[in-house]
């Protein structure tokens, strides 16, 4: 991804808008590439141990500017696969892939929404994947959510509990529809 591809928001709530590949798709190793990865010292558990030894991890996400963070675990390496698991999430939620008001679920949507119903835990590697996709789906319909559900094969009530599941896509979702005059999504 460039630079030129992304448009960056001027308001807090609104995503950045990406007219290629969204980075959440990208393997790991493909989606480090784009990133700078700093390791420093932070205080929490670990004791003594902790002051000695740089086991945060900060990832910063070059072409959107998105950083990540861990520090909680003891091990530099736990925490770089936190840091990574949280830029993908929030990635996921907040960079919109452009694209037109036609939405066709993926290969992936599609084995993972089966009798309307969405099945992915939010500690799967597929997670982040789905709530962009989903988000895309919305932000596509106009953030209304049972053209969005419709088109993607689910019932409104599962995309919205899976919205739900991530407290920052559902406040999106929820500042997009009130600039629209539309209803607040309870979780």
């Known amino acids: 991804m460039t630079c ?5 928001s001027n308001h807090g709530q609104n995503p950045l808008r990406i007219l290629e590949k969204h980075p959440v798709t990208l393997s790991i190793d493909a989606l480090l590439l784009q990133c700078d990865i700093r390791r420093t010292r932070h205080s929490g558990p670990g004791g003594q141990h902790r002051n000695k030894v740089e086991t945060a991890i ?3 996400h070059r072409p959107t500017g998105i950083i990540s963070f861990a520090a909680e675990r003891r091990s530099q390496e736990q925490n770089r696969q936190v840091a990574i698991a949280r830029l993908r999430l929030l990635l996921a939620v907040r960079v919109r ?4 008001a036609e939405v066709v679920p993926s290969a992936l949507w599609q ?10 835990s939010e500690h799967h590697d597929d997670f982040p ?3 962009a996709e989903s988000l895309d789906a919305i ?3 106009e953030f209304d959510v049972k053209k969005a559900a419709a088109a993607l094969g689910c019932s409104t009530s599962q995309l919205v509990r899976f919205i739900a599941s991530v407290p920052e896509a559902l406040a999106i979702v929820n500042t997009q529809r009130s600039a629209r005059g539309l ?3 309870l979780p």
């Open 4 to 8: 030129q591809n992304v448009m960056m």
């Open 58 to 60: 900060e990832i910063t």
């Open 97 to 100: 892939q452009v694209g037109t």
């Open 111 to 120: 084995s993972r929404c089966l009798n309307q119903k969405i099945a992915c």
């Open 129 to 131: 994947v789905m709530i």
């Open 139 to 141: 932000d596509a319909k």
């Open 183 to 185: 209803h607040r999504l």
